[in-house]
């Protein structure tokens, strides 16, 4: 069962206290957007064995939403940070990037 | 007013600890807890400084608990909560803050009893070691299968929180793990 | 025959009997006693049957790896089967039965399938029972109920008498096993400084260390034990379980412990068991090792026992499986048993080593003892039906030619030992062969890697490979520092105790015996007793074409069930490699999954049972409803009252009271579970108008408006009136299920896309008791109790105010569900009751009438009002229930609004919400589909529609309906057909959805 910190109240939750809410940095696309955008943002998830970039709400604790860098094969978690960015912090990166070098996500490297 | 009834009208156990339902003024506050104004406010109506991060503060029979970076959960007598919501909602009017009085939407008991780490660590994933756990901090969590919160008073009395329609849930996971012959004895002291 | 011996018995107290009951005879044990050990001692060495055959079987091991000994335990409340006779442990007036059998243990009719072996071979289900087709039902399936199956499922009537509860615990380092090496890894953890709690199964600390010998820092095992044990019970950071198995090991740390606190004593007080869920920095598997048995003819023979499990039985609980023990083995430890039992003085009359240069010093001093040694030996077969009659002697290099029959009342055999990998393995820790012991370990270069990346399992002692007493000290100590240093403990002392033992000759690895065993022999050397798979099993699997050992486990059952393959599991893999021509370690080991051993299934539930199985949510007035006899609903986890019939009245007469009382005079619901959620913030307004599909912003301060929410993929997900509290504050109301997922997907908008917006969110649900006044006489029931001025004037439709009503602080909202007048009225949750009963008291003189969530169920959908969860299934958009009144055309975006312009949500042919009437004034079933001409491409009909929601409407005396129809709007007036179960299509007339009161005259007041 996962232990995740909340970056928001230093929690390291176990899963029952969190709750996954699927790919994070994804863009809204609105009423003007063409069909191929609305349904990349709606439908297209990355499906990553490797490094991923997930949110997750600490549901039952301080109610935040939160991103997690997380690893879907080994499960390494290599670090949360708000959710409110629009692209993962340097920190995380340059932690991923020591620890799996050459990885790709999206466009990042 | 003598209409007032908790949920389980003052419920009491006796076991592994002493379990009480209590009525407490209990008052949400949404805003930025660093907020200089918000801050006065509080320490104005209340008699507190805002807590830090998962901690609690009091004065008396007031008090306030960490819930979020933007949310606080503020106690006083259950009498005077609507006067103190009120209070604290015009001394905010031109911050951006919400002040909700929610003291009828929580119930509130109180554990008391050196086994009450042990009670709770049967239903919150939570570690309740004397070194991991200790009075002046609150810990929003899971109790078996609702929401709640806790926090310690002194080494022997805590208190726990949750909605009011689950009331009789909660005491009864509350009384069933503070049964007399379920002690662990896991806790040292 | 087996029985007690005078000396020994180091964990029973011969001052204390205990009587007990085995296929209703009384027997008589110690306190201290496995059940295995205690129906040894009463010559009981037939305890069960096996599971395809039937053959009779006696226990084999002395632990937990034993597949044979299971048996029904307890009675009624308290019957389990499937329980090992050899960890449970004997009390007064324990009774056990014996499985598999038909009619008696002794005498058993499915022997039979003894004869039909050869038709039961690997892969049998797959084969035998396919032809002819009927004589499945008929034959096949009786037949398999009536043999197959281990053990009895508990009466469907009983209802366990205990209970059981989960307990949280976090620790630096866990040590499960508590044998030398988890106590010496435990001590050098804690010296260091780290918290540690230790977990041991048994109700004893040392595991084979006291059984084996050897001394420690030149104290017996014993000794050093409780040396050991009294010194981590002192240190205030160490703590020791004993009756807890560690279960499983999970990810990042997290690790299930089984506390059996009163299987051994269950007139003790509180919870059965205790389910650890723990979460440890370190995890340190001591878990030991286990004897593997040899592959020869008769080996499944009652008698026939590991070399261990009868120095155990001898050793620890003073039994003797039989006089004259002769041994078989391919390595040095099994000669501790023979010396053991020539020691206790009883007979081994040979000990067939299949080494051609035999053993080390344990050889030389099992000789010395005058026991004879055959080397290069061989157990051909074993002879006895019950009982283990003699043993034929071989050599281990034929084919099985006999050279002499050794007569013998047990033997106890050795193939070497595994160690157990189980939990280093549960959470994907790889293993290495070791080809010396001719066993898989634990590779140290491949642990699990918890969430920082590091690894967080590390084996000790025989668990990790290390046999012989020195090593598993030093290798037990190494375990204890490494797992202080990565939790951070100060630099920890790596010295270890010294342990001295005789130096082992190196085994060799025995997987057939004889190697050359013919075919007849084959057949009749078992792998995997609790299946009953046997060595030419495995080989037809492999001819047949299971390479993997994955697919050969399931097509030949080997290793499954309750001990997956503890036994059998490395003979297996051997046995299959070889057929394949390969090597073991190619072929590789099946996946070790948790638990260890079962964990019962009260453990699992822990608390959660009777009045606590699950919340119920209980409103203000819930005792209220309970004490006027509610029918209730279940709404989520509220329970709300569905009707309230009266003394004599069934449910369905109680609705219909129910709503023709509120519409002629006075109806009082409580609607306290609808969800109240307070938004405020000087973007209070904008957001609300991104949520729903009306436009909020404009409603005015005192007014209230209906509102629809849609997911980001436009389909409806909840509706509600929204009262616009102040310039910055609204309320929302949200439907009964929808408070708590409304407010997540709110605060998920504000602080995932939005967060610069000035919003904040309180779900004040609970903080209010909601009462819905309801009909003709709502208004006077309101000014009798007095207090704010509730006239049209003062109040109109769709306006809300602050006051007080009969003395009590309310918020009343002018809005209807029902088409009446009607009042919603909030008031604090404490003062709920006290309200209600305010209510039911002065309305009186108005017949006042309480009502449930049918009725208030059919009254809107007489008025046409939609209900989420019956007109919406997640598939259906505001559009299609034509609801575009609500839908703003002014604004530029709302969550929703795009994916409805997409060409499927666009599409004319979308099925639209109608009303239906049937022709004959029935009632249409809930969910019938309207029938289309034609069928699909499976010969379905088509259709082109489906009811929604479906009644009797007292009110107008008829079945009214609303429907999802194709053009429905575009039909009114034509009559359809509806599917009607199993009875002929019903016939329904396309109307208005509204049944009752068009133009609103009756809410209008």
Known sequence: MLLITCPYCGVAAEETELHGGGEAHLKRFGPDSSDDDFTGYLFHRENPKGVHFERWRHVNGCGKWFHAARCTNTLEVFGTYSAQTTEPPKDILDTIRAKRPGFKWRDIA | MSDVALALGGATFDGLVKIEELAHGMITLRGDLTDKAIVAAVKDVFGVTLPGTRETAFAGSTGALWMSPDEALLLCPYDEAQTKADDLAAKLADAHALVVNVSDARAVFQLKGRMLREVIAKLAPVDMSPDAFTPGMVRRTRMAQVAAAFWMDDASTARVVCFRSVAAYMFGILSTSADDAAAVNHFAG | ?1005
């Open chain 3, 1 to 1005: 025959m087996s029985t007690r011996v005078q000396t020994q018995g180091r964990l029973i107290n011969r001052d204390r009997p205990v009587s007990f009951k085995f296929n209703g005879a009384l027997m008589k044990g110690y306190q201290g006693d496995t059940l295995a050990s205690a129906l040894l001692a009463n010559d009981q060495m037939l305890m069960g049957r096996s599971f395809k055959y039937h053959r009779p079987r006696g226990v084999v091991a002395s632990g937990s790896e034993e597949p044979n000994a299971l048996v029904n335990l307890g009675e009624g409340n308290r019957f389990e089967p499937n329980q090992r006779a050899t960890t449970t442990e004997i009390f007064h007036g324990l009774t056990a039965t014996s499985q598999n059998h038909w009619p008696s243990l002794e005498y058993d009719i499915g022997i039979v399938n003894n004869v039909l072996a050869r038709f039961l071979s690997a892969g049998f289900y797959y084969k035998m029972f396919i032809h002819p087709r009927p004589f499945w039902k008929y034959v096949y399936e009786p037949f398999i109920r009536h043999s197959a199956g281990l053990g009895k499922a508990p009466d469907a009537e009983s209802r366990d008498e205990d209970r059981y509860e989960h307990f949280y615990a976090f620790t630096d380092v866990l040590v499960i096993g508590g044998g030398v090496a988890g106590l010496q890894s435990a001590l050098t953890a804690a010296r260091a400084g780290a918290k540690v709690l230790l977990l041991e199964q048994t109700a004893h600390l040392g595991g084979r260390a006291p059984v084996d010998g050897g001394t420690i820092d030149g104290m017996s095992p014993e000794a050093w034990v409780e040396k050991a044990r009294a010194e981590l019970e002192a240190l205030p950071n160490a703590q020791i379980r004993t009756r807890t198995m560690g279960a499983g090991v999970y990810d990042h740390g997290y690790v299930l412990g089984y506390e059996r606190l009163t299987d051994h004593a269950p007139e003790v007080a509180g919870p059965r068991h205790r389910l650890w869920r723990i979460r440890a920095a370190q995890i340190i598997t001591a878990t030991g090792a286990i004897e593997r048995p040899l592959s020869f003819a008769g080996n499944d023979i009652p008698g026939v026992m590991l070399a261990s499990a009868v120095r155990d039985y001898l050793v620890n609980y003073g039994v003797s499986p039989g006089d004259r023990t002769v041994v078989v083995t391919n390595n040095d430890d099994a000669y501790r048993t023979a010396i053991a039992l020539v020691q206790a003085g009883l007979k081994v009359p040979a000990i067939l080593d299949a080494r051609p240069q035999g053993g080390g010093a344990l050889m030389d001093e099992a000789k010395a003892l005058g026991i004879r040694v055959e080397t290069g030996a061989a157990a051909v077969k074993v002879k006895g039906a019950k009982r283990v009659h003699s043993v034929c002697r071989g050599v281990q290099a034929g084919e099985g030619e006999v050279l002499e029959e050794i007569f013998c009342d047990a033997v106890a055999m050795s193939g070497g030992w595994s160690p157990v990998v189980h939990l280093w393995s549960h959470c994907g820790g790889k293993l290495t062969w070791d080809a010396d012991q001719a066993a898989f370990r634990p590779d140290h270069d491949r642990a699990p890697t918890s969430h920082d990346g590091n690894p967080f399992v590390i084996a000790s002692g025989a668990a990790d490979g290390a046999f012989h007493l020195k090593d598993v000290l030093q290798n037990a100590a190494n375990a204890g520092k490494t797992a202080a240093g990565r939790v951070g403990a100060e630099e920890g002392d790596s010295a270890a105790p010294s342990g001295d033992a005789p130096d082992e000759a190196p085994l060799v690895p025995v997987w057939m015996m004889p190697q050359g065993a013919q075919k007849k022999l084959r057949m009749k050397a078992w792998l995997d007793y609790q299946n009953d798979v046997k060595v030419s099993d495995v080989q037809l699997a492999a001819q047949e074409g299971f390479e993997s050992v994955e697919h050969t486990k399931r097509y030949t059952t080997l290793g499954m069930a309750t001990d997956q393959g503890k036994l059998s599991n490395i003979n297996g893999l051997a046995t299959l490699a070889h057929a394949l021509d390969e090597e073991i370690p190619c072929v590789g080991t099946t996946t070790f999954r948790p638990p260890y051993t079962p964990v019962s299934m009260g453990a699992i539930a822990g608390e959660a049972r009777g009045e606590i199985f699950q919340p119920i949510r209980k409103t203000p007035m819930h005792a209220w409803h309970e004490a006027n006899g509610a029918h209730w609903e279940p709404v989520g986890h509220w329970r709300r009252p569905y009707a309230f019939p009266k003394s004599g009245e069934s449910v369905h007469d109680a609705v219909k009271r129910e709503v023709l009382a509120t519409r002629n005079s006075l109806g009082l619901l409580d609607a306290s579970t609808l969800g109240k959620i307070i938004v405020k913030g000087p973007d209070a307004g904008r957001f609300l108008d991104m949520l729903y599909t009306n436009m909020m912003s404009t409603l005015k301060p005192g007014k209230c408006r209906y509102g629809l929410m849609c997911t980001e993929n436009g389909f409806l997900t909840d509706d509600g009136v929204v009262a616009r509290i102040d310039e910055d504050t609204f309320l929302c109301h949200t439907t009964t299920g929808g408070a708590d997922r409304i407010h997540a997907h709110m605060e998920e908008w504000l602080q995932t896309e939005w967060w610069d917006w000035k919003v904040w969110t309180v779900n004040a649900t609970e903080q209010f008791a909601q009462v819905a006044v309801v009909g003709p006489n709502a208004r006077k029931l309101l000014e009798k109790l007095g207090g704010m001025d509730v006239s049209k004037e003062a109040l109109a439709f769709m306006e809300w105010k602050d006051g007080t009503i009969g003395g009590f602080p309310v918020r009343a909202y002018r809005i209807s569900f029902s088409g009446e007048l009607s009042y919603e009225i909030a008031v604090p949750a404490n003062l709920g009751r006290a309200f209600w009963d305010a209510l039911i008291e002065a309305g009186k003189e108005w017949d006042i009438t309480p009502y449930g969530t049918e009725a208030l169920h059919i009254m809107r959908a007489e008025k046409g009002f939609i209900m989420i969860g019956d007109e919406t299934d997640g598939t259906v958009i505001p559009q299609d229930l034509g609801l575009d009144w609500a839908i703003s055309k002014k604004k530029e975006d709302y969550i929703g609004k795009r994916a409805q312009a997409r060409s499927h949500m666009t599409d004319p042919k979308r099925w639209k919400l109608v009303g239906l009437e049937t022709l004959d004034g029935s009632v249409l079933k809930d969910g019938a589909y309207a029938i289309a001409e034609g069928t699909n491409e499976n010969g379905q009909t088509n259709t082109q529609g489906r009811v929604t929601s479906t009644y009797h409407s007292p009110t107008l005396n008829k079945g009214i309906a609303m429907g999802l129809v194709l053009n429905g709007p575009d039909r009114m007036g034509e009559v359809i057909s509806f599917t009607n179960g199993d009875n002929p299509a019903k016939k329904a007339r396309i109307v208005s959805p509204v049944f009752f009161d068009p133009e609103g005259e009756k809410q209008n007041v």
